[in-house]
């Protein structure tokens, strides 16, 4: 179907014509100019929502840790190099309940957010968008440099009715949503989320892949039968998969082609029908190859952006980004959107040098030539090596994946992932025209809180094959900053920010400034890396993992290595040591080798995984979720209990030790090696 002629003056970015380049250096001339618009919103502090109306609980869970650590530490301090304003927490009020500290909403008392509560310590040019973007700022703790535009800058509580909040429920009635990644844990959960909420919502729309050996209807069937809707189920009786199949429609397409992958009818009913638009599809391997990251990540965004232009009654797009865009950036990151062709590098630059010297950018499709024109020297290379076949692959595979890691320092992010994720962004934010966007930004998305089930989750998450090794004895612990914070969310409260957003974009209407939501808990809610190992260490010395033989696996308090030699010592110890041992053995067996090979492998694994996530685990940046904050406190106290992303409720030794150590091992091990949880 033909689209729009106003989509071909965007940004295409697949054929490039100027050579490929070696930096991120590219004229700034190229940059249309653009009005600085920050609208900052306020909310009066009357409609401030007290902690004791918010008080919710956790649900029971199969056993509790009963406080057994000693120091339970529920905040970590900066690194001493965080550029943070150090002032008193009393300066900056929490935007929900009208006074300095006091008490969580959950009872225990309020992190030490010191570090982290006062003014901005972003540097210039940290990523402030000439695209118009919403600032929803506190009005207890004013930024310096976020002033209203007094011209024409419109309420944030615009689209929240005195007294009924935003509308979440009543906003869902009817609409026809389209979800990409439809298989995936998150767009899982956001399906099953607005099926128990509004049933009589229209139409969902699930962008699937179809693989090989399984077309995406067969796909669909499986997400049908997942234990995540059983409460869905529980509602409908013998009448569910009636129910489903009226609401649910997979659309067989692929954001990584050209057109999405879809015929010319599924496209024009698409174009009719639809009214929300959610984009969930990513890859999200840290190092995967730059020219696949491109694709999906980058490039996925813009297909999606051609489809969004032809739905003729679409009210909003919403894309799911990662907090982790914020790169290499120290101390409090807001929530902007990226100006286009800024780099963190850049901003590093200005603030150690000042504003002189050559600026460092990024083109996105200078990128694309770059990786395509790499791909194929490097297939060349491998050939003209004498390599045939797999070997040819995988020397290509080899050095793509160096490559985006390689780009993705040199211009300020830490690997492919986030990279190709902010350019992503870049193309959405200059793109678009008058369509509302918004991106919400989670951190590390990890296991259901509450709901549809506490613990719930699918595949391995961040964080979960360290804190599994340790529990499997593998490892003493791992390689981290002990004073720094691990940012991650619950899914639950991920989505519910997610309806939230999506309700408050669409009331907004056309024209209006690109929102951006960090749902994020580095700053409203710290979790120390002390506490991780703490709870960890906590949950395995109640519920230990088991060995083949039944016996309980023993383990030591859990570590936390400051320097990386310390690390390495570690498992040089354990793993390498035994083997260089073993070629002094005179005995060596067949059954030892095997073992050895273990050995191994297992310290070559371990190795791996820390160099992996050692930008993470000394991740220098805060990421502020005032705006996150904000739309939580338009909504109505009975929304809040049904759509709760309260961040600083969570108690994050309960939830690690009682709720999502015991799902990792329900719903992603499936009980192997435990006897002991329910």
């Not at 976020?146 to 929240?160: I, N, S």
């Amino acid at each position: 179907m033909a689209l729009r002629a106003g989509v071909a003056a965007r940004l295409h970015i697949s054929v490039i014509n100027s050579p490929a380049t070696s930096d991120c250096r590219t004229p700034t001339s190229r940059d249309e100019p653009r009005a600085q618009r920050v609208l900052v919103q306020r909310v009066s502090a009357s409609q401030a929502v007290t902690s004791g109306s918010l008080a919710h609980r956790l649900p029971p869970a199969p056993f509790r840790c009963r406080g057994q650590c000693a120091t339970r530490r529920s905040v970590a301090r900066c690194d001493s190099s965080t550029q943070v304003d150090q002032q008193p927490a009393a300066a900056g009020l929490d935007p929900r309940r009208g006074s300095a500290g006091g008490s969580p909403a959950n009872g225990r008392v309020a992190p030490d957010n010191r570090d982290f509560a006062n003014a901005a310590a972003s540097m210039p040019g940290d990523g402030s968008s000439g695209n118009g973007v919403a600032v929803l700022a506190r009005p207890e703790a004013r930024w310096q440099e976020e002033q209203p535009d007094k011209g024409g800058a419109r309420e944030l509580g615009a689209g929240a009715s005195e007294g009924r909040g935003l509308g979440i429920v009543e906003f869902l009635r009817g609409k026809h949503v389209l979800v990409t990644g439809a298989t995936g844990f998150l767009a899982k959960a956001l399906v099953e989320k607005i099926l128990r909420e509004q049933p009589d919502v229209g139409r969902l729309y699930l962008f699937i892949q179809p693989r090989a050996d399984q077309p995406a209807e067969q796909r669909l069937a499986q997400l049908v039968g997942s234990p995540i809707f059983a409460h869905v189920r529980a509602q409908h009786g013998t009448a569910y998969e009636r129910f489903m199949a009226a609401k649910l429609r997979a659309v067989e397409g692929d954001i990584s082609r050209e057109g999405l992958g879809v015929s010319a009818a599924v496209r024009e009913e698409l174009s009719s029908k639809v009214q929300v638009l959610v984009n969930s599809a990513a890859t999200t391997t840290f190092d995967e190859r730059y020219d696949v990251a491109l694709n999906i990540n980058t490039q996925g965004p813009r297909r999606l952006l051609d489809l969004a232009d032809s739905c003729r009654n679409l009210q909003l797009l919403l894309h799911i980004s990662t907090a982790f865009v914020n790169g290499k950036r120290r101390g409090r990151s807001m929530e902007r959107a990226f100006e286009y062709g800024a780099t963190i590098a850049a901003e590093l630059q200005h603030a150690q040098a000042g504003a002189g010297g050559a600026q460092v950018r990024v083109d996105v499709a200078t990128e694309i030539a770059l990786a395509e024109h790499e791909r194929a020297a490097a297939q060349a290379t491998a050939e003209a090596a004498g390599l045939s076949g797999e070997d040819v692959q995988a020397a290509v595979q080899k050095h793509m994946v160096e490559l985006g890691m390689r780009r993705a320092q040199q211009c300020g992010w830490q690997d492919t992932y986030v990279f190709t994720k902010a350019m992503g962004e870049m193309v959405l934010t200059r793109a678009r025209t008058h369509l509302p966007l918004a991106i919400v930004r989670p951190s590390i998305v990890e296991s259901c809180l509450r709901e549809p089930m506490a613990g719930w989750m699918e595949g391995m998450r961040m964080a979960d094959p360290i804190l599994l090794a340790y529990g499997k004895g593998q490892m003493a612990g791992f390689l981290a900053n002990p004073d720094g914070v691990l940012d991650m969310v619950p899914c639950d409260m991920v989505i519910n920010a997610v309806l939230a957003i999506a309700t408050h974009t669409a009331s907004v209407g056309p024209g209006a400034p690109v929102a951006v939501y960090h749902v994020a808990t580095s700053v409203a809610n710290p979790l120390g890396i002390q506490v991780v190992a703490d709870a960890t260490s906590d949950h395995f010395a109640v519920a230990p993992m088991l060995q083949r033989d039944g016996s309980a696996v023993a383990v030591q308090r859990m570590q936390v290595f400051r320097h990386p030699r310390l690390f390495m010592l570690d498992v040089w110890l354990k793993y390498q040591l035994p083997l260089q041992l073993a070629k002094l053995s005179p005995w060596s067996s067949s059954l030892s080798e095997r073992r050895n090979n273990l050995l191994l492998k297992t310290a070559q694994q371990l190795s791996y995984l820390a160099k992996l996530y050692e930008p993470y685990t000394f991740y220098a940046a805060r990421f502020d979720a005032s705006n996150t904050e904000r739309l939580f406190s338009l909504m109505s106290e009975e929304e809040q209990r049904q759509f709760d992303f309260d961040l600083r409720a969570i108690d994050w030794h309960s939830y690690l030790c009682d709720v999502h150590l015991p799902g990792l091992r329900k719903y992603v091990l499936k009980g192997r090696g435990s006897s002991n949880l329910s």
